[in-house]
């Protein structure tokens, strides 16, 4: 078997002409959600009961995960309706 030698300024496979590369989504567990929102895990599953927070994927019976992009998301709705001016 011989190696097939890669240019390193290559795009990889699956990006396409013309696209720009995004960031892989990245996963994170309850204690980097928990630093990241300010809130205890009660209030998280609490909202996402309520529909008012991201729900977790599950990744096997005792491991939940979110999507970092869905958190940021939400922060940023969070911030937003903060910042709205009151009378």
């Not at 030698?5 to 720009?20: C, E, I, K, Y």
């Not at 996402?48 to 939400?74: H, Q």
């Amino acid at each position: 078997m011989t190696a097939v030698p890669q240019s390193s300024d290559s795009a990889p496979p699956h990006v396409g002409a013309g696209s720009l590369p995004s960031a892989p989504a990245r996963l994170l567990r309850l204690p980097e959600v928990i630093a990241r929102v300010g809130l205890k895990r009660s209030a998280i599953y609490q909202r996402m009961s309520e529909g008012r927070f991201p729900k977790s994927r599950s990744l096997g019976p005792r491991c939940a995960v979110w999507v970092e992009a869905e958190i940021d998301t939400w922060v940023r709705s969070v911030a937003c309706s903060d910042a709205s001016p009151q009378a």
